[in-house]
């Protein structure tokens, strides 16, 4: 289930984030192998993909745990961020999971375009110079 998203173009390498919320449903621990945004768009932006997991977590059972994908941001897709016009900064990902329950292989998706709001973090602008008079 997507829960949130952040653009953090303040970073030496611009990257993009993904918080989702697994939920595990089994009576049995459920171990996440693979899960990726296959695509994300947020208000005006170019869409972004393939966006993977950042770390592989295991969930008890009948419990829920939040979740990350991320990935650096390539130089067109921070450019594009950077100069995008302020807006709602709502969008929509798709997702596809690989999971293993007691050794059996389980997956989730995709997903239809599912809704997500966010923010992209910018640098402060420079100071405006006065023009000497």
């Given at each position: 289930m997507p829960v949130h998203f952040m653009i953090d173009l303040t970073r030496a390498v611009p990257q993009v984030e993904v918080e989702l919320r697994a939920i595990n449903y089994f009576r049995r621990p459920l171990a996440l192998r693979e899960v990726k945004i296959t695509r994300f768009v947020a208000g005006s932006l170019p869409a972004i993909d393939n966006i993977p997991l950042a770390y592989e977590v295991t969930l008890e059972p009948q419990s829920s745990f939040l979740i990350s994908c991320a990935r650096a941001l390539a130089d067109s897709e921070a450019r594009a961020a950077a100069t995008a016009p302020p807006s709602s900064w709502r969008g929509s990902v798709q997702i596809v999971a690989?999971?293993?329950?007691?050794?059996?292989?389980?997956?989730?998706?995709?997903?239809?375009?599912?809704?997500?709001?966010?923010?992209?973090l910018r640098p402060p602008a420079p100071p405006l110079r006065g023009n000497g008079s």
């Open positions: 690989r999971g293993m329950v007691r050794g059996k292989e389980i997956s989730f998706g995709p997903t239809m375009a599912l809704k997500i709001e966010g923010l992209v």
